[in-house]
């Protein structure tokens, strides 16, 4: 109890509960519409909207956001416009991303503990400035999700039908791409970029695994997400372990067990 009296710990959970319950509800189109790796990508591309910030003392949350939004938008584009496969696409925008994050980190000597937290995540050293965005942003996603889920699901499962039902699919489609990068890159904090994308499919996993029904899986998806962060920040803690791995391992171990009481009761 006294480690929920300290800042540092009220800050981590209060941003681990805005980000499970926001990864969660995105990660459900990700996982229908086969999006993992996009979302992988781009928070890989990310790290040169963070190179940037870092060269130049910005924030480097607010440049990383501005530049995944900008690349989300791109990738939708290119998928219209362009012969080019989706993956082909997210593999060009990653490579990218990354080359150019590599070459201007370059010019900056020394231990840079911020970059290392964008890199690996850690929930436990959010300020206040950076949880009050990620509120901001994450309750403007999960809004928009809440009262569009219908029109983004019809769209995902067919594209053809939603098109005829009026639904506005090349402005879903964007909006999509861009949110989910909005919401990778302020899981940044919490798990890292190579281990982002985890929150986005683990849950769903898991949900998809026993819900009866799409609103039963957007449900689902969230409660896991929020225990697994819940859980994995309180042992992370207690056993001084990175967070974002425990988290992730937490998840997992959600999804293992799912997946054998659910082989068990077929038995």
């Known amino acids: ?5 300290m800042p540092f710990m009220q800050r981590a959970l209060l941003a681990g509960v805005l980000l ?3 990864l969660a509800l995105l990660g459900i189109f990700v996982v229908l519409r086969r999006m993992a790796f996009f979302s992988d990508g781009i928070a890989h591309a990310s790290l040169a909207g963070v190179a940037v910030g870092v060269l130049t003392n910005a924030n480097p949350l607010l440049t990383a956001l501005g530049l995944s939004a900008i690349l989300a938008a791109g990738m939708a584009w290119l998928e219209r416009r362009t012969k080019i496969a989706s993956d082909a696409i997210v593999g060009l925008i990653f490579t990218a991303g990354m ?5 201007l980190l370059s010019f900056k000597r020394g231990y840079q503990p911020e970059l290392v937290s964008f890199l690996f995540g850690n929930i436990l050293a959010i300020q206040w400035s950076e949880l009050i965005l990620m509120a901001v942003l994450a309750v ?8 569009k889920y219908k029109r983004l699901a019809l769209m995902i499962l067919n594209p053809e039908i939603a098109y005829l039902s009026g639904v506005a699919v090349t402005v879903y489609h964007t909006l999509l791409y861009v949110t989910v990068a909005v919401a990778a890159v302020l899981g940044l904090k919490m798990l890292g970029i190579v281990l982002v994308s985890a929150l986005l499919i683990v849950p769903v996993s898991t949900a998809k695994l026993f819900a009866g029904s799409f609103r039963s899986l957007m449900f689902w998806s969230v409660v896991i ?3 697994a962060v819940l859980v994995g920040i309180v042992i992370s803690v207690y056993l001084n372990l990175p967070t974002g ?3 992730v391992l937490v998840g997992i171990g959600f999804f293992a067990l799912t997946l054998a009481f659910q082989k068990l009761k077929r038995i």
């Open 225 to 227: 997400a929020e225990l």
């Open 245 to 247: 791995a425990v988290i």
């Open 20 to 22: 499970g319950a926001l």
């Open 140 to 147: 403007i996603i999960i809004i928009f999700i809440i009262l």
């Open 99 to 103: 080359a150019t994050g590599v070459i």
């Open 1 to 5: 109890m006294q480690l929920l009296a």
